[in-house]
């Protein structure tokens, strides 16, 4: 046998070995799956990985765990490729309310019945109370001193009456003229008691005004600067 027919017989037998060898390699190949998350190479026989939905090819496969992070951070089930749902079993975390609209509803909540509960307190303090400031000392001693002016003028009259003009008149006319004469003195000092009584009224009705508000602009400042220190916390 030549040389010639020797090597003839020996070219397909390569041949076949190289089609055996990359057979095999392309089978090795398409046994391996890629998560399409992590991107993790694992072997067909392993059941680590699942078909969450109708994609296909490299993106056909993927870890539960992964897609399970994956559903957690944007918040839905739903493929952004295929745009359907992931099966079976995969779920949402429930949505949390935004901490810093609670925050702040609690806060105007609070000024707001601070302010309700100081308005009330302003509108039943009793009418002597330390709101009328120094006026109300100094006014304090004109009540008794008219009290007493006036009995001493009734007394007065009342024993001119009984003692001057007894011999003159009757008993009837004695009281008419006493009680005119009383009536003379009694009505202008009621009348000027009543006056001085409604300007101290309108005095510290114009006072509580001041001091309501005055409180509102506390609490107002007091909010924009907690609002404030609310953003720059955020930030």
């Not at 017989?9 to 076949?16: A, I, K, S, V």
């Not at 005095?203 to 909010?223: G, I, P, V, W």
């Amino acid at each position: 046998m030549t040389a010639i027919e020797l090597e003839a017989r020996d070219e397909p037998m390569e041949q076949q070995d190289g089609l055996s060898s990359s057979s095999s390699y392309a089978s090795s190949f398409y046994a391996m799956r890629q998560c399409r998350i992590c991107h993790e190479e694992e072997d067909e026989s392993c059941a680590a990985m699942e078909s969450p939905c109708a994609c296909s090819g490299s993106l056909k496969y993927a870890h539960r765990g992964c897609v399970q992070r994956w559903c957690d951070e944007k918040g839905s089930t739903l493929c952004e490729i295929c745009l359907q749902g992931f099966e079976p079993g995969y779920t949402v975390p429930p949505k949390k309310a935004p901490a810093v609209e609670v925050l702040v509803t609690v806060s105007e909540d609070e000024d707001e019945e601070e302010e309700l509960d100081g308005h009330q307190g302003m509108q039943y303090a009793p009418s002597d109370g330390p709101m009328d400031g120094p006026d109300a000392v100094g006014c304090s001693w004109c009540r008794p001193l008219a009290i007493t002016f006036t009995i001493i003028l009734l007394v007065w009259h009342l024993i001119a009456v009984v003692t001057i003009e007894a011999a003159e008149h009757c008993a009837f006319s004695l009281l008419t003229m006493y009680i005119l004469r009383a009536a003379g003195i009694l009505l202008p000092l009621y009348a000027v008691m009543r006056v001085i009584c409604m300007i101290q009224h309108g005095r510290r009705q114009y006072r509580l005004h001041q001091l309501l508000e005055e409180q509102r602009r506390r609490n107002a400042s007091r909010r924009s600067q907690e609002q404030q220190q609310l953003v720059i916390s955020i930030q």
